[in-house]
């Protein structure tokens, strides 16, 4: 396969200004947000000096998303997504506006700084499942895997930049600046959305309240394709999620020193990146399951291996090997679920599927941390990883729609009517 080929493929900035204007608007958004979460937590901690009330950033940003996820994915399959979309960016916008204030004025209670953070975090709970459509209907059906590693490449390079700039921009201005910065990153995504055509769901919109949820719930149990890839993302986060035992097996293999401590996640991060930028050679394929497994399986035996070695170099490579794979993972799980889910579900589908990647980290750092305190570091990463393996082997040898590829439906998928 030639160099070209191999590389992301921008076919969909060339052929749809649209789309083009909308990711340019959600990149500047999410630098925004990596500098509001570097912000919120130094904030917080010059606050309170309190690991508790830190740790307690995580959970006002991740309880929102859990609570109200599947709910606003029933929203966003009744009405019009653009809508939808545009009212939760302005109220995430409004959000980091009266943080900038409570920044530069100093008189608002940790409590009510956490209190903003999770306001802010619930209308992204309501943007996120609008937002999930429109790629889908923005491009054609070749170009959406395309589109979604367009999106993937630009908030991985947002994750290495956004909190490197975050701290450089607290230092010199404080933190009113580094939140009113955010506010203003909202206003380019208002306008990148701005321009879109009017997406209401196609077909039988759902039905309201609980009742839509469950038949987006009852869709997600029926579908074997997509619930398995569900299923693949839950045994990568929960199983075998490493960021908590960072510190400690720095500590148990390479002296607790802190420059090898802070390479860990960049390593992550620089490999999702080199994955991303070189994805062209997998969305040409049309193979999305297949890449999912080989991807989650790479991932758990990159780590485990990660478990095992003691030089730092191999340790680092290692990560940027898993860093790599889950990213081509994350890329053909999204493609999976856009591609495979009728429109009128896929608001509640994408919800779903936000609130996994939200919760399934939080879990999967409680489950290394227990692990860890009953055995060591290394053994939790070696353990986590070989269960990953072992949950991905398990997930594709029940789901050989998987194994074929995703391209096309399958008529055992269950695909109830929502009536």
Partial sequence: MSLAR??????????????????????????????????????????????AWSGAVGLAQALPMVCFGLFAGAWADRGDRRRIYLAATAGQAVCSLLLAVQGFTGHVPVAGVLAL????????AVGAPAAGVFVPRLLPKEQVASGLALHQVTGQAMMLVGPALGGLLLGWFGIGVCYLLDALSFLLSFYGAFGLPALPPEGEPSRAGLHGVLDGLRFLAGHRVVRGALVTDLAVTVLSMPVSLFPLVNDERFGGDPRTLGLFLSA???????????SGAVTHRGRPGLVMLWGAGAWGAALAAFGLVSSPWVGLGLLVLAGAADALSVLSRTTIVQTRTPDAL??????????????????????????????????????????????????????????????????????????
Avoid: K
Wanted: include cysteine; glycine fraction near 14%.
């Fill in 346 to 419: 896929l608001g509640r589908v994408t919800a779903a599927e936000t609130i996994v990647g939200q919760a399934g980290p939080h879990l999967g750092n409680v489950r290394a941390g227990l692990v860890a305190g009953a055995t060591s570091g290394a053994a939790a990463l070696v353990t986590g990883g070989l269960l990953c393996l072992l949950a991905v082997a398990w997930v594709g040898a029940g789901t050989p729609e998987l194994r074929a590829g995703a391209g096309t439906p399958d008529p055992r998928d269950g695909v109830p009517d929502g009536r």
């Fill in 268 to 278: 992550l991060a620089v490999g999702g990146v080199l994955a991303s930028a070189l």
């Fill in 6 to 51: 191999a590389l992301i493929d921008v076919r969909p900035l060339r052929t749809s200004p649209v789309f083009r204007r909308l990711l340019i608007g959600r990149t500047v958004s999410v630098l925004g947000s990596f500098m509001t979460m570097v912000t919120v937590m130094y904030q917080v901690w010059e606050m309170t000096h309190s690991a």
């Fill in 117 to 124: 953070v999770a306001a802010q975090s619930a209308c992204a």
